[in-house]
């Protein structure tokens, strides 16, 4: 079974540009997850998609960060513009049906800096 | 609203010692209990996790960990580790809320191994 894809792995770009991360779920998995971890922290929640439908948006920087899912499969997270403070791995995670008898798989994640 | 505390930032232990790891987390209802581990450079993969029923749940790598919940704890366990232990370890609470499900993670404690 291939895993959650993510691209790309690495960018660095300046301040106040744009960057666009891509992931693509496990096939079939209904729950698509975007989460930012900070160096040093653990990761956190930016948004939630079922199919193409956000259940949870409510930690995402609304000013600069927007999400799609378009067609509930692929998701694109964008940053516009970027903040010294995005510095971080950008994790995709995706789930079928729900914790009980299923667990949220993670891609190895995008790494960004901002200088 | 749910949090995870991992008292310990960093911990290290000689190859073939016993191994604890602790987790105290904070939530109104029964919980979800997962704990995740991270390679460097890698995203996140399940060790186990915790629903309901026994306390003490077996997970992979030899992994272990115990619900306790007068004490509001899940700390890993593990009797015998290994130089490949070495990674970043997350432990995290999932809260059901109206039917959408999420994670909330600690801060990690990174795991050293010294021969």
């Known amino acids: 079974e291939a895993g959650v894809a993510q691209s790309p792995r690495y960018k660095i770009i300046e301040k106040r540009q744009s960057v666009a991360f891509w992931c693509n779920p496990i096939s079939g998995h209904a729950t698509l997850y975007w989460y930012q971890q900070i160096l040093g922290q653990g990761p956190k929640l930016l948004i939630q998609?079922?199919?193409?439908?956000?259940?949870?948006d409510s930690q995402l920087p609304k000013d600069r960060f927007s999400a799609e899912r378009l067609k509930g499969v692929d998701s694109t997270l964008k940053i516009q513009p970027a903040k010294l403070e995005d510095s971080a791995v950008y994790l995709c995670?995706?789930?079928?049906?729900?914790?009980?008898?299923?667990?949220?798989?993670f891609g190895e994640g995008s790494w960004l800096t901002v200088v | 609203a749910q949090s995870v505390t991992q008292p310990d930032i960093h911990i290290t232990v000689s190859e073939g010692a016993s191994l604890e790891l602790r987790c105290n987390y904070s939530y109104g209802a029964t919980p979800y209990l997962f704990w995740y581990v991270q390679s460097p450079g890698q995203g996140l993969q399940l060790l186990l996790k915790y629903f309901s029923g026994d306390t003490l749940v077996q997970g992979i790598k030899g992994f272990e960990a115990e619900f306790k919940r007068s004490q509001s704890s899940f700390n890993l366990r593990k009797p015998s580790v290994h130089w490949s232990d070495a990674a970043e370890y997350f432990c995290a609470v999932g809260a059901r809320n109206f039917g959408n499900e999420k994670l909330t993670f600690g801060t990690g404690t990174r795991l050293t191994i010294i021969p």
């Open positions: 995670a995706s789930s079928s049906q729900g914790f009980e008898g299923n667990t949220i798989y």
């Open positions: 998609f079922q199919n193409n439908g956000v259940v949870d």
